[in-house]
């Protein structure tokens, strides 16, 4: 299960029931590479930090949660996500969802 809530206006909160296929430990460093002169690379890497990470949320949801879930997407830009054992600041990135299938990509804020 996963609540999602406006972080301004707290009248719109949204419980849904996740898919197996729901992604929330997708992590990555900040880490670049740059080509030198001679042909090799340097590598450039600034650490972990939550603020990179991506949570892709997908459910089964009904018209009334999608309506309410445009909503929010449309009018705050910030959310707070409760997943499994966190509780994250969030922005919404995309929001999808044909035939009631949610596709929502957020990206973590701290």
Do not use: C
């Amino acid at each position: 299960m996963i609540a999602l809530t406006t972080q301004t206006a707290s009248a719109y909160l949204l419980v849904i029931k996740d898919k197996h296929t729901s992604d929330f430990k997708d992590l990555s460093r900040r880490v670049s590479r740059i080509a030198t002169l001679d042909g090799s690379a340097t590598v450039n890497d600034s650490g972990y930090t939550d603020a990179d990470r991506i949570i892709k949320i997908r459910a089964k949801i009904t018209e009334a949660e999608w309506d309410t879930l445009q909503y929010m997407f449309e009018n705050y830009s910030l959310w707070d996500v409760s997943t499994q054992g966190e509780f994250l600041s969030v922005a919404p990135k995309t929001l999808k969802a044909p035939n009631g299938d949610l596709t929502l990509t957020l990206l973590v804020t701290e």
